[in-house]
């Protein structure tokens, strides 16, 4: 009999494929093969090596192994086999994402090593009409080093004018000028204060086997600089660290700060690598270069071989999550996978997320704490600024735009923070009442006055804006509220001669705008930003002493049991960049609700205390994490078919200590033109919850279902 292997393919299909074993091939888990599917020869990964083949079906021979190793070792195939039965992903897919765009299409796993050209002293003259030739080789002889193939391409020159200067022997392959090598700064890293000795200290008590921190540390508690000190004395010279980072905390300040202590060990992951990046940063982890990994959400399945240890920086932040296809949470893999190493895992913030919490004053993970700001100053003080029946312009109260006056006359910087980009969330008619919609998504069109636009931010529409009701043509159509645009555009006026730098994800599509923005704010000349979230996360502005809050209200009253625990995190993390140096920091929360309990405990209480309050609430409410959520969620051409489709799964999730709420519309029913819907799972015990959503997507598996018609499941749902 030979031997016979399931093979895993990157396709939505919930089962693995059978094939023998040619004589003479090894194969492991995790391997690469050629088969043969259908008319077609496909990737695939080995996903089981001993299990007993499919009865009287003829089983095709694998094609080949694509390497004699496994493209991803145990402990990898392990976390995503795991991942795929908690999160109800197919294996196939889940395996695939843990290799580079490049193997998962089946190209060999080398990095082809660009060639570097330089002009030679012989060779045949070039013909006279070879004028780009000529161009080429006088450029090269200009050149004081070698240039490699894409530069000379970037330069305007094409590969085949490169090989027809080569034929004649005008010009020759070099070897590269050495690259230059980082090497970790000689300057001393500083001495850690009292307060974050003791919290080094905590941290170090385990240093093998499992063990997972919860690392409770105030904005400007200087958490960066105690995982470096922590990494420091965790690895030794041949381990691989992984951190991970939220998107937009992936700047050259934060990897800067890594490279000071490590050096070229640091190497980073995220959605801006291009293809060739990726394959050669992906064969160091694999190949166990003793690397420090600093990435986002991804990062965390890559396939190490030598992992030492885990950082989850800012592990309250919903970008960890991710929102579409295989919708795992980057930090409770991380957390899952240092069990799997038998290694230490460390979740820092200064708003832990009520989950991380819970699971520490459950004891699950250690609870570290760092109270004290690194520098001399103080916590900000937060005062509330109530704006009932107070003139604003652009937003702005007039005690707040004074307070910015003086913070820029003492010669410090100013933050504004605005929850919506654009100039205004809505264009309203004062005759006839009329307010522009999105056609496609029941949302409101933002108006957006630069590009003198109308978007939508749910879908991709836009249309020209107009200065007239497009109803009933009245003048009177004004935009109402406050988008960053708006508070930009009142600032400049009323400070005519100070720089106002807006920061949202309009003013910062182009790549390393901002760098250039944070590196304008830091060279410390007195400047007001405005800006959205972006601003609220883990930036570090010595110079900034006031924070203005133009609206705090958005989170109080919404439906969504997580908006008061998100509108105190983002509220505190923006205060947060509030006097981070020498000098106290302000911060002015401007509100319509002055005497609302959770606004007032933000001014008063520190975050532990107002995050066991959140606790009780979701606890009296049977929310996560006291009990398990999942949602499924259908999308059709109408709401019928979307309601329908989840209507006739619900029975077969009414099982005892299953709840079920739904099926109903999503909160935004319509987007691009997409009726959604869904249906809430909640459950005390995790096994029995996983169990139901394997059956109901056994079950609609069977089904043949529309093409229109699609469903998806997500477990642990940040959004509902
Ligand atoms: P967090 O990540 O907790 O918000 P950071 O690590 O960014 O804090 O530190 C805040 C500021 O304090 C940074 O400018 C950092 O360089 C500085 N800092 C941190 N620890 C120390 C220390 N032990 N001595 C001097 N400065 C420090
Ligand atoms: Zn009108
Ligand atoms: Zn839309």
Not at 245 to 252: A, K
Request: some cysteine; overall charge positive.
């Amino acid at each position: 009999m030979p031997k016979t292997v399931r093979i895993a393919l990157n396709r939505p299909l919930r089962r693995l494929f059978d094939y023998t074993v040619p004589e003479g091939l090894a194969l492991t888990r995790g391997q690469r093969v050629q088969i043969p599917f259908g008319r077609q020869q496909l990737t695939g990964l080995v996903a089981e090596t001993d299990s007993p083949p499919p009865e009287g079906i003829p089983l095709k021979p694998v094609t080949g192994a694509l390497e004699s190793w496994p493209a991803l070792p145990p402990e990898t195939v392990d976390l995503l086999t795991w991942a795929s039965t908690y999160y109800q992903h197919p294996l196939g897919e889940c395996l695939f994402t843990a290799l580079p765009p490049a193997l998962r299409k089946g190209r060999s796993a080398e990095v082809a090593e660009e060639r570097f050209w330089t002009s030679a002293q012989s060779g045949e003259p070039l013909p006279a009409n070879a004028h780009r030739q000529r161009a080429l080789l006088d450029w090269l002889s200009d050149q004081p080093a070698p240039v490699s193939e894409r530069a000379i391409r970037d330069a305007g020159f094409t590969l085949n004018q490169i090989k027809a200067l080569a034929d004649k022997g005008r010009i020759s392959h070099a070897v590269p000028a050495a690259k230059h090598a980082i090497e970790p700064s000689p300057v001393a890293p500083p001495r850690l204060t009292p307060v974050q000795q003791h919290a080094a200290e905590q941290l170090q008590q385990v240093r093998t086997g499992f063990d997972a921190c919860l690392l409770y540390g105030i904005t400007g508690s200087g958490k960066t600089e105690l995982y470096l000190h922590y990494l420091k004395h965790q690895l030794a010279s041949s381990d691989q660290a992984l951190v991970l980072v939220p998107e937009i905390n992936l700047t050259p300040q934060t990897v800067a700060r890594f490279r000071h202590y490590f050096g070229d060990r640091v190497v980073v992951w995220h959605s801006a690598l291009n293809d060739g990046e990726r394959l050669a940063t992906w064969l160091k982890v694999r190949n166990g270069d003793p690397i420090v990994l600093i990435g986002t959400r991804s990062a965390v399945l890559l396939p190490f071989a030598r992992l030492k240890t885990i950082i989850v920086d800012e592990e309250h932040d919903t970008s960890y999550k991710q929102g579409e296809g295989f919708r795992y949470s980057g930090r409770d893999l991380a957390v899952y996978r240092a069990h799997l190493n038998e290694c230490p895992v460390i979740l820092g913030s200064a708003t832990p997320s009520l989950e991380s919490y819970n699971n520490a004053l459950q004891g699950k993970y250690r609870l570290v704490k760092l109270e004290q700001r690194a520098k001399k100053a103080s916590p900000p003080t937060l005062k509330l600024l109530d704006i009932r029946s107070r003139p604003l312009e652009g937003g702005l109260s007039r005690p707040a735009l004074k307070a910015i006056r003086e913070t820029l006359d003492r010669g410090e910087q100013a933050l504004v923070f605005v929850n919506r980009r654009g100039f205004a969330p809505i264009m309203m008619c004062f005759d006839c009442g009329h307010i522009v919609e999105c056609p496609r998504c029941d949302t409101r069109l933002t108006y957006h006055r630069r590009d003198r636009a109308m978007r939508c931010h749910h879908c991709d529409y836009q249309t020209a804006a107009t200065s007239h009701c497009p109803q009933c043509q009245s003048e009177a159509f004004k935009p109402v509220g406050q988008g960053t645009e708006r508070t930009e555009d009142v600032l400049t006026q009323s400070l005519p001669d100070i720089p106002i730098v807006r920061v949202d994800r309009d003013s910062t599509q182009r790549k390393g705008s901002i760098q250039s923005i944070l590196d304008r704010v830091n060279s410390g000349a007195p400047c007001v930003l405005v800006g959205t979230q972006m601003l609220a996360k883990g930036h570090d502005f010595p110079k900034v002493t006031l924070v203005v809050v133009v609206n705090a209200d958005g989170g109080l009253f919404s439906v969504d049991f997580r908006a008061p625990e998100q509108l105190i995190q983002t509220l505190l993390q923006v205060s947060g960049r509030a006097g981070r140096a020498e000098r106290p920091g302000t911060v002015l929360i401007q509100t319509c609700h002055s005497d609302h309990p959770l606004l007032k405990s933000l001014c008063n209480d520190h975050y532990l205390k107002i995050a066991d309050q959140l606790l009780a609430e979701r606890e009296a409410n049977r929310f996560p994490p006291f009990r398990h959520m999942a949602i499924f969620r259908a999308e059709a051409d109408t709401m019928q078919a979307s309601l329908e489709l989840l209507d006739s799964i619900k029975p077969l999730a009414l099982r005892p200590g299953i709840e079920t709420w739904g099926p109903l519309p999503a909160m935004i029913a319509r987007r691009a033109d997409r009726h959604r819907a869904q249906l809430i799972l909640l459950s005390e015990h995790r096994g029995r919850l996983n169990t139901t959503l394997s059956t109901i997507c056994q079950a609609l598996d069977q089904r043949k279902l529309s093409a229109r018609l699609r469903w998806m499941i997500d477990v642990d749902p940040q959004e509902t």
